[in-house]
């Protein structure tokens, strides 16, 4: 289709020889993007290879699966199928099953490339997709990288179907005469997704018929004014903002020199950097830092992660709380090195981690801003501060929970949960006892 060589070519997607594991689940997107990429294979010499994620969750499941198989025997496609547990990763890790899959799927993805040697992920994210994440993302509130929604091209992972719509998609198939399989569980409307697909986009339709294609029009420009703020964001933060590892100085004289995008685009940063992490930094923390810039010096406000913005005589800084929690815990950490390991429960007051996963030296200590743990085996993390928040740890204890660091990374939340980045593997070398008493 001439329609997505030319997005391809626009956006350097492919290049002569390249590896390409395709993500086929069966449904009618990535069937199509299987077939046009199997047009392409010829030309630009490409190296196919389909990836299969049973997911265990449908009773269809296996039928998806067959219906993969025999596609890519009569395209003579490789193939390979993982069989995952989406649901026991779910309730493991206390997600949602939508999180899990996509981080099982990609792992998956990435597999096959360590296999391989390199190469790239093609999804089939298409424009009726990029239109429902807008919106998602919108209803629960995002700046102007939000609203860019899906690149088309992002690392490793290219999507040659985002300048389609599912309309075309479906054309292009009964064409072909080609089939596809139905996922049911796309009908849900109990999720917000299913929801603002089957429900929310088709009266934006009514409205207008080419809704969908304007808000893909809309996230390409976007896109093209972000990747200006962000040069103008950098040109911006050489000027006015000193960093070191305690927190973020900003000149204020240069910062009201600034247009107000730009001192709000600093402020975020500045705070970000500060805390190690984005999420839960929201609009009305980035203003009320900035309002600190015309109030008199010696004020300051409270930011998530327990940060301070303060206005000081040297600009305006944006650095970690003093606090009692920053204290060493009460108690002793014994580390003694053993040739062997035993396994021990959850709860346990003694561990057994992998020694040379340490880089810095082993603290006994209280929580402090920037904290976070490693919480899935394929290395997802989160705040610590999320973390006691999503295993409902009450608030008045979080201060108290000893904790074995490595900087700022959390080796053993004591008496609770190990790091999966310091577990003993069949890779480890050296073993490091731990023992709280």
């Not at 392409?40 to 269809?60: F, M, S």
């Not at 005469?177 to 089957?198: L, V």
């Not at 420009?221 to 000027?239: D, V």
Request: hydrophobic share 35%.
């Amino acid at each position: 289709m001439d329609k997505v060589l030319r997005f391809i070519k626009k956006h350097h997607m492919i290049s002569q020889g390249d590896f390409i594991a395709v993500g086929v689940s069966g449904g009618a997107d990535s069937v199509c993007l299987l077939l046009l990429l199997c047009e392409l294979k010829q030309e630009y010499g490409l190296e196919l290879h389909a990836v299969h994620i049973n997911h265990g969750i449908r009773r269809e499941a296996f039928k998806d699966q067959e219906f993969v198989e025999n596609l890519c025997r009569r395209l003579k496609v490789p193939w390979i199928t993982f069989s995952e547990d989406v649901q026991g990763m779910a309730e493991k890790e206390s997600m949602s099953l939508e999180e899990a899959g996509r981080i099982i799927r990609y792992r998956c993805f990435q597999k096959v490339l360590d296999m391989h040697g390199g190469g790239k992920i093609a999804v089939a994210h298409h424009q009726n997709d990029q239109a429902e994440t807008i919106l998602y993302r919108m209803s629960r509130g995002t700046g102007i990288q939000g609203l860019k929604g899906m690149e088309a091209v992002r690392g490793d992972v290219i999507r040659p179907l985002l300048c389609l719509k599912k309309t075309e998609i479906l054309k292009y198939l009964k064409e072909k005469g080609q089939s596809w399989m139905e996922d049911a569980s796309n009908e849900d409307n109990t999720f917000a997704r299913n929801k603002i697909r089957n429900q929310v986009i088709p009266v934006l339709t009514e409205v207008n018929s080419r809704a969908v294609e304007h808000i893909f029009s809309l996230s390409e420009e976007i896109e093209e004014w972000s990747r200006y703020l962000e040069q103008q964001l950098s040109e911006a933060w050489k000027a006015c903002v000193k960093q070191d590892e305690k927190g973020c100085l900003i000149d204020t004289g240069r910062f009201l020199k600034e247009s107000e995008p730009i001192r709000r685009l600093l402020a975020k940063q500045a705070i970000e950097q500060t805390a190690g992490r984005k999420k839960d930094i929201e609009k009305i923390h980035i203003q009320s830092f900035c309002d600190l810039a015309f109030r008199e010096t010696g004020k300051s406000i409270d930011l998530p992660y327990g940060l301070t913005g303060k206005k000081t005589y040297g600009g305006l800084l944006v650095e970690a709380k003093q606090t009692t929690a920053e204290k060493a815990a009460v108690g002793q950490l014994v580390l003694t090195e053993t040739n062997r390991f035993e396994k021990m429960d959850e709860k346990d007051f003694t561990k057994i981690i992998d020694y040379d996963k340490i880089d810095k030296d082993i603290q006994l200590r209280y929580r402090k801003p920037g904290d976070f743990f490693v919480f899935s085996k394929d290395g997802k993390s989160k705040s610590l501060s999320r973390y006691f928040i999503d295993q409902k740890i009450p608030r008045e204890e979080r201060d108290r929970i000893p904790l074995a660091a490595d900087g700022s990374r959390i080796i053993w939340i004591i008496g609770r949960r190990l790091s999966e980045f310091y577990k003993v593997s069949e890779k480890t070398k050296r073993y490091l006892r731990l023992e709280y008493n």
